[in-house]
Protein backbone atom coordinates (compact mmCIF):
# COMPACT_ATOMS: atom_id res chain seq x y z
CA UNK A 1 0.00 0.00 0.00
CA UNK A 2 1.23 3.43 -1.00
CA UNK A 3 2.01 5.81 1.45
CA UNK A 4 -0.34 8.52 2.31
CA UNK A 5 -3.41 6.39 1.10
CA UNK A 6 -6.39 5.13 3.59
CA UNK A 7 -6.74 1.69 3.91
CA UNK A 8 -8.76 0.23 1.30
CA UNK A 9 -9.39 3.23 -0.53
CA UNK A 10 -7.37 4.82 -3.17
CA UNK A 11 -9.79 8.09 -2.69
CA UNK A 12 -7.68 11.15 -1.71
CA UNK A 13 -7.50 11.99 2.39
CA UNK A 14 -10.32 14.82 1.94
CA UNK A 15 -12.80 12.99 0.29
CA UNK A 16 -12.82 9.21 1.65
CA UNK A 17 -14.76 8.58 4.75
CA UNK A 18 -11.51 8.35 6.56
CA UNK A 19 -10.56 12.03 6.36
CA UNK A 20 -9.20 13.17 9.43
CA UNK A 21 -6.64 11.21 10.59
CA UNK A 22 -3.03 11.86 12.13
CA UNK A 23 -0.64 9.76 9.68
CA UNK A 24 3.15 9.13 10.16
CA UNK A 25 5.32 7.78 7.74
CA UNK A 26 4.26 4.55 8.53
CA UNK A 27 0.14 5.30 8.72
CA UNK A 28 0.16 5.48 12.06
CA UNK A 29 -3.71 6.43 12.67
CA UNK A 30 -6.03 7.84 14.90
CA UNK A 31 -9.13 10.68 14.52
CA UNK A 32 -7.85 14.59 14.89
CA UNK A 33 -9.85 16.08 17.20
CA UNK A 34 -10.98 19.25 16.68
CA UNK A 35 -8.34 22.02 16.79
CA UNK A 36 -5.82 19.57 16.66
CA UNK A 37 -2.84 19.63 14.49
CA UNK A 38 -1.72 16.78 13.08
CA UNK A 39 1.26 15.43 14.10
CA UNK A 40 3.64 13.25 12.89
CA UNK A 41 4.55 9.78 14.59
CA UNK A 42 8.31 8.77 15.09
CA UNK A 43 10.05 8.03 12.44
CA UNK A 44 10.54 3.92 12.76
CA UNK A 45 11.12 1.02 10.61
CA UNK A 46 8.14 -1.40 10.61
CA UNK A 47 9.59 -4.58 11.82
CA UNK A 48 11.78 -2.79 14.34
CA UNK A 49 11.10 -4.75 17.86
CA UNK A 50 10.38 -1.83 20.43
CA UNK A 51 8.72 -1.95 23.41
CA UNK A 52 10.07 -2.47 26.33
CA UNK A 53 8.84 -5.26 28.46
CA UNK A 54 6.29 -4.49 31.39
CA UNK A 55 3.83 -6.48 33.71
CA UNK A 56 1.19 -8.05 31.36
CA UNK A 57 -2.12 -9.67 31.30
CA UNK A 58 -3.20 -12.91 29.47
CA UNK A 59 -6.78 -14.26 29.32
CA UNK A 60 -7.53 -17.98 28.19
CA UNK A 61 -10.60 -16.67 26.14
CA UNK A 62 -8.72 -13.61 24.83
CA UNK A 63 -6.34 -16.01 23.80
CA UNK A 64 -8.75 -18.24 21.79
CA UNK A 65 -10.50 -15.60 20.36
CA UNK A 66 -8.09 -14.25 18.79
CA UNK A 67 -7.20 -17.03 17.56
CA UNK A 68 -10.99 -17.39 15.95
CA UNK A 69 -10.46 -13.63 14.75
CA UNK A 70 -7.14 -14.64 12.94
CA UNK A 71 -9.00 -17.54 11.27
CA UNK A 72 -11.92 -15.24 10.19
CA UNK A 73 -9.61 -12.23 9.13
CA UNK A 74 -7.92 -15.36 6.63
CA UNK A 75 -11.34 -16.38 5.71
CA UNK A 76 -11.95 -12.85 4.64
CA UNK A 77 -9.20 -12.71 2.54
CA UNK A 78 -10.29 -15.75 0.71
CA UNK A 79 -8.66 -18.91 2.46
CA UNK A 80 -11.50 -20.64 3.26
CA UNK A 81 -15.19 -20.90 2.68
CA UNK A 82 -18.52 -20.00 3.65
CA UNK A 83 -18.97 -22.94 6.06
CA UNK A 84 -15.95 -22.06 7.72
CA UNK A 85 -16.75 -18.68 8.80
CA UNK A 86 -20.52 -20.37 9.98
CA UNK A 87 -18.25 -22.89 11.91
CA UNK A 88 -15.70 -19.89 13.22
CA UNK A 89 -18.71 -17.74 14.00
CA UNK A 90 -21.01 -20.74 15.65
CA UNK A 91 -17.56 -21.27 17.95
CA UNK A 92 -17.05 -17.55 19.13
CA UNK A 93 -20.69 -17.78 19.77
CA UNK A 94 -20.07 -21.30 22.02
CA UNK A 95 -16.98 -19.63 24.03
CA UNK A 96 -18.37 -16.86 24.51
CA UNK A 97 -21.89 -18.33 26.49
CA UNK A 98 -19.83 -19.43 29.05
CA UNK A 99 -17.02 -17.34 30.12
CA UNK A 100 -16.49 -18.18 33.59
CA UNK A 101 -15.37 -21.65 32.57
CA UNK A 102 -12.17 -19.41 31.46
CA UNK A 103 -10.99 -17.83 34.55
CA UNK A 104 -10.41 -14.45 35.21
CA UNK A 105 -6.79 -14.04 33.68
CA UNK A 106 -3.23 -13.47 35.38
CA UNK A 107 -1.20 -10.37 35.32
CA UNK A 108 2.43 -11.22 34.58
CA UNK A 109 5.95 -9.91 35.55
CA UNK A 110 9.24 -10.29 33.44
CA UNK A 111 11.62 -12.66 34.17
CA UNK A 112 15.54 -12.39 33.23
CA UNK A 113 16.58 -15.11 30.82
CA UNK A 114 18.73 -16.73 33.70
CA UNK A 115 15.74 -17.09 35.74
CA UNK A 116 13.72 -18.73 33.01
CA UNK A 117 16.34 -20.99 31.31
CA UNK A 118 17.73 -22.05 34.85
CA UNK A 119 14.29 -23.60 35.96
CA UNK A 120 13.67 -24.59 31.72
CA UNK A 121 17.55 -26.67 32.03
CA UNK A 122 16.61 -30.03 32.71
CA UNK A 123 13.99 -31.01 30.24
CA UNK A 124 15.10 -27.95 27.46
CA UNK A 125 15.83 -31.24 25.54
CA UNK A 126 12.54 -32.66 25.24
CA UNK A 127 11.30 -33.02 21.60
CA UNK A 128 10.50 -29.60 20.50
CA UNK A 129 9.41 -29.40 16.92
CA UNK A 130 10.77 -25.79 16.63
CA UNK A 131 14.61 -28.42 16.92
CA UNK A 132 13.11 -30.11 14.13
CA UNK A 133 12.49 -27.00 12.03
CA UNK A 134 15.55 -25.41 12.55
CA UNK A 135 17.91 -28.32 12.69
CA UNK A 136 16.84 -29.18 8.68
CA UNK A 137 18.25 -25.66 8.00
CA UNK A 138 21.27 -24.88 10.27
CA UNK A 139 22.31 -28.65 10.21
CA UNK A 140 23.52 -28.26 6.36
CA UNK A 141 24.82 -25.07 6.84
CA UNK A 142 27.06 -26.26 9.38
CA UNK A 143 28.23 -29.49 7.51
CA UNK A 144 29.77 -27.34 5.20
CA UNK A 145 31.79 -25.72 7.01
CA UNK A 146 35.18 -26.51 7.84
CA UNK A 147 36.60 -27.19 11.35
CA UNK A 148 37.80 -24.19 13.07
CA UNK A 149 37.79 -21.80 15.95
CA UNK A 150 33.63 -22.01 16.26
CA UNK A 151 31.53 -20.06 18.81
CA UNK A 152 28.46 -21.27 19.81
CA UNK A 153 26.79 -17.66 21.33
CA UNK A 154 23.87 -18.70 23.71
CA UNK A 155 24.91 -22.26 23.26
CA UNK A 156 21.97 -23.38 26.43
CA UNK A 157 22.20 -26.90 26.69
CA UNK A 158 24.67 -27.48 23.73
CA UNK A 159 22.58 -28.79 21.35
CA UNK A 160 24.55 -27.37 18.32
CA UNK A 161 28.12 -27.44 20.24
CA UNK A 162 28.30 -31.24 20.30
CA UNK A 163 27.68 -31.22 17.28
CA UNK A 164 30.48 -28.78 16.66
CA UNK A 165 32.83 -30.93 18.59
CA UNK A 166 31.78 -34.06 17.05
CA UNK A 167 33.03 -32.06 13.34
CA UNK A 168 36.32 -31.58 14.56
CA UNK A 169 35.72 -27.82 15.42
CA UNK A 170 37.22 -25.82 18.75
CA UNK A 171 34.12 -25.05 20.40
CA UNK A 172 33.95 -22.08 23.14
CA UNK A 173 30.19 -22.57 24.28
CA UNK A 174 28.64 -19.62 25.92
CA UNK A 175 25.07 -19.12 27.72
CA UNK A 176 23.38 -16.48 30.79
CA UNK A 177 21.93 -19.44 32.35
CA UNK A 178 24.48 -21.88 34.85
CA UNK A 179 21.61 -24.19 34.86
CA UNK A 180 21.78 -25.08 30.80
CA UNK A 181 25.39 -24.56 30.85
CA UNK A 182 25.67 -27.52 33.56
CA UNK A 183 23.61 -29.87 31.16
CA UNK A 184 26.13 -28.78 28.72
CA UNK A 185 28.57 -29.31 30.46
CA UNK A 186 27.65 -33.11 31.36
CA UNK A 187 27.86 -33.72 27.52
CA UNK A 188 30.79 -31.49 26.63
CA UNK A 189 33.18 -31.81 30.01
CA UNK A 190 36.06 -30.78 27.68
CA UNK A 191 34.34 -28.00 25.96
CA UNK A 192 35.19 -23.97 27.18
CA UNK A 193 31.98 -23.28 28.49
CA UNK A 194 30.86 -19.90 30.56
CA UNK A 195 28.58 -17.57 31.72
CA UNK A 196 28.30 -14.50 29.15
CA UNK A 197 26.15 -12.42 27.04
CA UNK A 198 25.87 -12.46 23.66
CA UNK A 199 26.58 -8.65 23.16
CA UNK A 200 29.69 -8.97 25.47
CA UNK A 201 31.78 -12.04 24.54
CA UNK A 202 35.08 -13.47 26.66
CA UNK A 203 36.93 -14.05 23.39
CA UNK A 204 39.37 -11.66 21.39
CA UNK A 205 39.48 -10.11 18.43
CA UNK A 206 39.40 -12.08 15.36
CA UNK A 207 39.34 -15.10 17.00
CA UNK A 208 36.96 -17.43 15.59
CA UNK A 209 35.62 -18.84 12.70
CA UNK A 210 32.32 -19.43 12.75
CA UNK A 211 29.60 -18.47 15.25
CA UNK A 212 26.47 -19.95 16.05
CA UNK A 213 23.69 -18.33 17.78
CA UNK A 214 20.22 -20.24 17.85
CA UNK A 215 16.87 -19.70 19.31
CA UNK A 216 18.29 -17.05 21.55
CA UNK A 217 17.83 -13.29 19.50
CA UNK A 218 14.11 -13.16 20.51
CA UNK A 219 15.04 -12.56 23.63
CA UNK A 220 17.54 -9.64 23.02
CA UNK A 221 15.32 -6.69 22.34
CA UNK A 222 18.29 -4.53 19.99
CA UNK A 223 20.54 -6.47 17.97
CA UNK A 224 23.18 -3.93 16.77
CA UNK A 225 25.23 -5.03 19.69
CA UNK A 226 24.76 -8.64 19.06
CA UNK A 227 25.53 -8.07 15.74
CA UNK A 228 28.55 -5.81 16.96
CA UNK A 229 29.67 -8.37 19.15
CA UNK A 230 30.26 -11.01 16.38
CA UNK A 231 31.87 -8.25 13.73
CA UNK A 232 34.58 -8.12 16.49
CA UNK A 233 34.99 -12.02 17.60
CA UNK A 234 34.76 -13.34 14.15
CA UNK A 235 37.63 -13.20 11.62
CA UNK A 236 37.19 -11.35 8.68
CA UNK A 237 36.00 -14.07 6.29
CA UNK A 238 33.85 -15.53 9.30
CA UNK A 239 30.73 -17.24 9.24
CA UNK A 240 27.97 -16.25 11.54
CA UNK A 241 24.66 -18.96 11.81
CA UNK A 242 21.36 -17.64 13.15
CA UNK A 243 18.12 -19.19 13.92
CA UNK A 244 15.02 -16.84 15.67
CA UNK A 245 11.93 -18.10 16.20
CA UNK A 246 8.57 -16.82 15.11
CA UNK A 247 5.95 -15.35 17.21
CA UNK A 248 2.50 -17.24 18.28
CA UNK A 249 0.88 -14.02 18.74
CA UNK A 250 0.32 -13.29 15.03
CA UNK A 251 0.45 -9.44 14.46
CA UNK A 252 2.40 -8.67 17.74
CA UNK A 253 6.07 -8.01 18.00
CA UNK A 254 6.19 -9.51 21.33
CA UNK A 255 5.47 -12.98 22.34
CA UNK A 256 5.50 -14.15 26.36
CA UNK A 257 6.99 -17.55 27.27
CA UNK A 258 5.28 -17.98 30.26
CA UNK A 259 7.87 -19.83 32.89
CA UNK A 260 8.15 -20.97 36.53
CA UNK A 261 11.47 -20.51 38.45
CA UNK A 262 13.15 -22.46 40.63
CA UNK A 263 11.89 -20.63 43.84
CA UNK A 264 8.62 -21.34 42.59
CA UNK A 265 7.79 -17.66 40.99
CA UNK A 266 5.64 -17.31 37.77
CA UNK A 267 6.18 -14.98 35.43
CA UNK A 268 6.77 -14.67 31.59
CA UNK A 269 10.09 -14.13 29.68
CA UNK A 270 10.41 -11.29 27.38
CA UNK A 271 10.73 -12.31 23.65
CA UNK A 272 10.82 -10.04 20.88
CA UNK A 273 10.07 -10.57 16.88
CA UNK A 274 12.84 -9.52 14.99
CA UNK A 275 12.35 -8.95 11.63
CA UNK A 276 13.87 -9.76 7.96
CA UNK A 277 14.42 -5.73 7.48
CA UNK A 278 16.20 -5.41 11.35
CA UNK A 279 18.51 -8.06 11.02
CA UNK A 280 19.59 -6.64 7.57
CA UNK A 281 19.74 -3.79 9.17
CA UNK A 282 22.08 -4.58 11.82
CA UNK A 283 24.12 -7.22 9.69
CA UNK A 284 24.89 -4.89 6.89
CA UNK A 285 25.81 -1.75 9.46
CA UNK A 286 28.72 -4.02 11.01
CA UNK A 287 29.98 -5.69 7.71
CA UNK A 288 28.05 -8.84 7.22
CA UNK A 289 27.08 -10.09 4.20
CA UNK A 290 24.26 -12.33 3.56
CA UNK A 291 24.77 -15.76 1.94
CA UNK A 292 21.24 -17.40 2.87
CA UNK A 293 18.22 -16.78 4.38
CA UNK A 294 15.34 -19.45 5.40
CA UNK A 295 11.58 -19.12 6.85
CA UNK A 296 10.79 -23.00 7.50
CA UNK A 297 6.63 -22.95 7.64
CA UNK A 298 4.48 -24.76 9.71
CA UNK A 299 3.18 -27.84 8.69
CA UNK A 300 -0.16 -29.58 9.67
CA UNK A 301 0.14 -31.44 13.20
CA UNK A 302 -0.62 -35.42 13.07
CA UNK A 303 -3.79 -36.59 15.62
CA UNK A 304 -1.11 -37.62 18.04
CA UNK A 305 1.03 -34.05 18.16
CA UNK A 306 -1.88 -32.17 20.34
CA UNK A 307 -1.35 -31.52 23.65
CA UNK A 308 -4.59 -32.64 25.66
CA UNK A 309 -7.23 -29.65 25.80
CA UNK A 310 -6.21 -27.46 29.21
CA UNK A 311 -8.57 -24.74 31.27
CA UNK A 312 -5.94 -22.96 33.44
CA UNK A 313 -6.54 -23.42 37.11
CA UNK A 314 -7.62 -20.39 38.90
CA UNK A 315 -4.35 -17.88 39.20
CA UNK A 316 -2.49 -19.89 36.75
CA UNK A 317 -1.60 -18.58 33.06
CA UNK A 318 -2.84 -19.70 30.08
CA UNK A 319 -0.92 -22.36 28.12
CA UNK A 320 -1.51 -21.45 24.17
CA UNK A 321 -0.36 -25.09 23.58
CA UNK A 322 -2.77 -26.70 26.28
CA UNK A 323 -5.62 -24.30 24.15
CA UNK A 324 -5.23 -24.79 20.46
CA UNK A 325 -7.02 -28.07 20.62
CA UNK A 326 -10.21 -26.69 22.11
CA UNK A 327 -10.16 -24.53 18.46
CA UNK A 328 -8.42 -26.51 16.19
CA UNK A 329 -9.74 -25.78 12.74
CA UNK A 330 -9.33 -21.98 14.42
CA UNK A 331 -5.95 -22.81 15.27
CA UNK A 332 -4.21 -24.35 11.56
CA UNK A 333 -6.60 -21.83 10.07
CA UNK A 334 -4.17 -19.03 11.79
CA UNK A 335 -0.90 -20.89 11.93
CA UNK A 336 -0.49 -23.23 8.95
CA UNK A 337 1.89 -22.19 6.31
CA UNK A 338 3.06 -19.22 8.21
CA UNK A 339 7.21 -19.10 9.60
CA UNK A 340 7.99 -21.23 12.34
CA UNK A 341 11.61 -19.74 12.08
CA UNK A 342 14.06 -17.58 10.49
CA UNK A 343 17.61 -18.74 9.50
CA UNK A 344 20.71 -16.49 8.10
CA UNK A 345 23.60 -17.28 7.22
CA UNK A 346 25.99 -14.50 7.36
CA UNK A 347 29.71 -13.69 6.34
CA UNK A 348 32.17 -10.88 7.82
CA UNK A 349 33.34 -8.99 5.27
CA UNK A 350 36.99 -9.48 4.79
Not at 86 to 111: D, F, K, N, Q, Y
Not at 184 to 193: G, M, N, T
Not at 257 to 269: E, F, I, P, S
Request: hydrophobic share 40%.
Amino acid sequence: MARGTSFGSSRSPEKGPCSSYLRGPFHHFRPVRPGEKPVAARPRFADDAGMTAGAIYQHPLAYLLGLEGVALMRATAGEHDEAFVSERIAEVRELLAAPSHWGEGVTLSPLTAAEAYDAWAPSYDAPNSLFEYEEGVVGPILEALAPGVAVDAACGTGRHARALAGRGHEVHGFDVSPGMLDVARSHLPAAHLEVADVSALPMPDGSADLMVNTLALAHVEHLGPVFAEAARVLRPGGHLVISDSRSLFVGSRLYPLVKQTLDGRVGYLPTWRHGVGEYLRAALAHGFEALACAEPVREPLDADDWDPPEVPEPGEPPNPWGLMPVVPQATWATYLGTPALLVWHFRRRA
